[in-house]
């Protein structure tokens, strides 16, 4: 009877488990009744976000610590976006631990038996509890949420696809809100969460196997208004300079563009925050070497690629070359040195030369009372603007700040950026140099005796380059005066061989009977004529161009509108198919033919003068959607049969047989009334009367 009733219990207990273990790995809430225990987790509605027990160090590795963290659900390898017991690790048996709701809050506890006791040192809360057989099992607050204890029953942690886990009073949405991990982060900022003034840290892992808290942590400072990344909790690392400059940078990104990452401000509430696309993944991390980074998960890739890391470069970082030094990340190592009047100061135990860290120091001390110091400009400048260290006037013309200085003793620099004026009274940090002609000049005040050094260094290098730069510009301007030479020779030859070329071809279409074949109707126009009827080929007056050249709209001295044709310099139409298209269109008279008029022929001009037509060239009515209106069934067919007739004249009834070989609806040209008329006979071919056929060498046609 009693092993029915233990195999009853057994079987229950069983039961009761895996249910447990059923819900546990569906929900996305703990409650009272609903802890998570081992590896159980829960995951967000979305199937977004997932926590629960995870370890960082490597299977390798004897000796491993875990931790309640949350990652990503769908994104590998792991990511972990947030730690609870980052400074707790838990150890030995991880199958020990729960996390539960007790009296309120979400605490982690570590189940120790009594043997493990004697070995655990610390000084954690525990509470005895006997159980059945008899042993003694301590519970090890390893965590806690530590809000003050609420009197509901019915507080429920619920993990959103946000990647934010609240600690709400009840299972409503309207609950009051009791705590939430986006306000005590880890190394990530994730869509939504809130950096507050000065008070929350988005600390860096000490390692990549070690996510308790590193060196680095960012944080908005009210004073500079800015981001900062913070060393070792107490030293200044990096800026971000005005926040509303360093957000506008982010619109510069092409991987951001058609993506709704925006940065909300709220001075009145004092906090940041970010939003994306809820379709993207977008997060923000104090990587473990000090760098704040931008990343985004590339589906395709699938990896995490980098958008921005901050700092850059090593003159990113703050006080990288202490104060007074200059860093410029274009000079070779090391990229510090001191201002004018300055010397390095080595820092205690350092004889790294590379090592500016201890800043510069002076030269020559200032005595303001004695009215021997002056100011130095040193050009192409960043300005950093440390309220610790600058004092910035809003409003200052470069005279304020100059007279401001030059009136306090205390007084170590002045600058004016074009829209505030800067003074700095103590130390100059984090002092930039950057290309020429960029950046602002800053006046470094320095006693005479140094400025006279600083400019005489200037001087000393002016002299070597007064002895190097005439040699190099003689020989340079005596190279060049023989290319010079050797060029307008060449050129004149070519000139003078073209020249003598033209007016060879010119000779021959002038002495070739043109203008007797032409007879009254036709004209030879000069080139000035030709150049003032074009407005000197504008192109207002340009009408299309074909393949052998641009047409232009003129105007005749007379009062006629005409169409010009002017043969390209580089078209493939040489002077063979020039004269052939004169001498056809001369010999040819139809009333479906374009009517030259009369062409002109000099230097490398070659121009054609036709009749006008006002509706120009068919293509532009056919191929224009509402042009093409105009084209009713009656105008088309008169379109088709005045072509045809043209066509017919050219191959039966002219008195040479004519092949055009380049009809298409360019070359078909409409009058004021519509009747068409055939153009473009450059690539025409003459047949004999009893010859039917024929062979060329030349490609022609419109492909």
């Not at 189940?111 to 059945?132: V, Y």
């Not at 072509?643 to 004519?658: C, D, K």
């Amino acid at each position: 009877m009693q092993i029915c009733k233990k195999n009853v219990f057994l079987l229950y207990y069983g039961v009761l488990v895996f249910l447990s273990f059923q819900v546990s790995s569906s929900t996305d809430t703990i409650s009272t009744n609903q802890p998570l225990s081992g590896f159980e987790t829960i995951v967000s509605s979305g199937d977004i976000f997932e926590l629960g027990l995870f370890t960082p160090t490597p299977d390798t590795y004897d000796h491993r610590n875990y931790y309640i963290g949350m990652w990503y659900r769908h994104v590998s390898p792991q990511t972990i976006v947030w730690v609870a017991n980052r400074e707790s690790p838990l150890g030995g048996d991880a199958s020990t631990y729960l996390l539960k709701i007790l009296d309120g809050n979400l605490i982690l506890h570590d189940n120790i038996s009594a043997t493990r006791k004697s070995h655990t040192e610390g000084t954690s809360r525990r509470s005895p509890q006997k159980i059945s057989e008899g042993n003694l099992l301590f519970h090890e607050t390893v965590w806690s949420t530590g809000v003050n204890s609420s009197m509901s029953k019915d507080v429920q942690a619920v993990l959103f696809d946000s990647g934010n886990l609240v600690l709400r009073d009840g299972p409503n949405s309207s609950a009051a809100v009791l705590w939430q991990s986006f306000d005590h982060p880890s190394d990530t900022w994730l869509p939504g969460g809130k950096i507050r003034l000065g008070s929350q840290l988005f600390t860096s892992w000490e390692s990549l196997i070690d996510p308790s808290p590193g060196r680095y942590s960012l944080e908005f400072d009210p004073k500079l208004h800015s981001l900062v990344t913070v060393w070792n909790r107490s030293k200044s690392y990096w800026s971000s300079g005005p926040l509303y400059d360093w957000l506008q940078s982010f619109k510069g990104f092409p991987e951001l563009q058609g993506t709704k990452l925006s940065f909300t401000l709220n001075m009145d509430e004092s906090y940041i925050t970010f939003s994306v696309d809820p379709q993207s993944r977008y997060r923000l991390v104090m990587g473990v070497s000090g760098q704040f980074m931008l990343q985004v998960w590339h589906v395709d890739l699938q990896s995490w690629r980098v958008i921005l890391s901050q700092p850059d470069n090593r003159c990113d970082v703050y006080n990288s070359c202490g104060s007074f030094g200059i860093c410029n990340e274009n000079r070779e190592p090391p990229p510090c040195r001191c201002v004018p009047g300055f010397k390095r100061e080595f820092s205690q135990g350092s004889d790294d030369s590379n090592d500016y860290s201890g800043g510069c120091k002076r030269e020559t001390y200032l005595h303001c009372y004695k009215r021997n110091d002056e100011f130095l400009p040193i050009e192409n400048m960043k300005l950093a603007t440390d309220p610790t260290t600058a004092s910035v006037l809003t409003s200052g013309t470069f005279r304020t700040c100059a007279s401001r200085c030059v009136a306090d003793c205390s007084c170590q620099a002045y600058a004016n950026d074009g829209n505030k004026c800067l003074v700095w009274t103590k130390d100059a940090f984090n002092l930039q140099q950057l290309d020429a002609n960029k950046g602002h000049t800053f006046f470094l005040r320095l006693a005479s005796s140094n400025i006279s050094t600083a400019n005489n260094r200037k001087t000393e290098h002016s002299k070597g380059k007064s002895i190097v730069l005439p040699l190099v510009l003689a020989s340079l301007v005596a190279t060049a005066a023989c290319f010079v030479g050797l060029y307008c020779c060449i050129s004149s030859r070519i000139r003078r061989k073209k020249k003598q070329r033209d007016e060879k071809h010119s000779r021959e279409l002038l002495e070739g009977g043109l203008i007797d074949d032409a007879g009254e109707n036709m004209c030879y126009l000069n080139l000035h004529d030709i150049m003032v009827a074009t407005n000197s080929f504008s192109r207002k007056k340009k009408l299309g161009e074909g393949g052998f050249g641009p047409v232009y709209k003129g105007k005749l001295p007379n009062g006629m509108e005409v169409a010009i044709k002017r043969l390209s310099k580089k078209s493939s139409q040489g002077l063979t198919e020039f004269k052939n298209e004169v001498v056809l269109i001369i010999k040819l008279q139809h009333k479906n033919l374009v009517r030259l008029l009369g062409y002109c022929v000099e230097g490398d001009e070659k121009l054609l003068i036709y009749e006008y037509m006002s509706n120009k060239s068919l293509d532009g009515l056919l191929f224009d959607s509402l042009k093409s209106r105009e084209l009713d069934w009656e105008t088309r067919m008169k379109i088709v049969n005045g072509t045809t007739r043209g066509l017919q004249y050219l191959h039966e009834y002219s008195r040479l047989r004519i092949i055009h070989r380049d009809l298409k609806a360019s070359n078909i040209l409409l009058d004021d009334e519509m009747n068409p008329k055939i153009s473009d006979f450059g690539t025409a071919r003459i047949f004999g009367c009893k010859q039917i056929d024929d062979s060329t060498q030349r490609i022609v046609g419109t492909l």
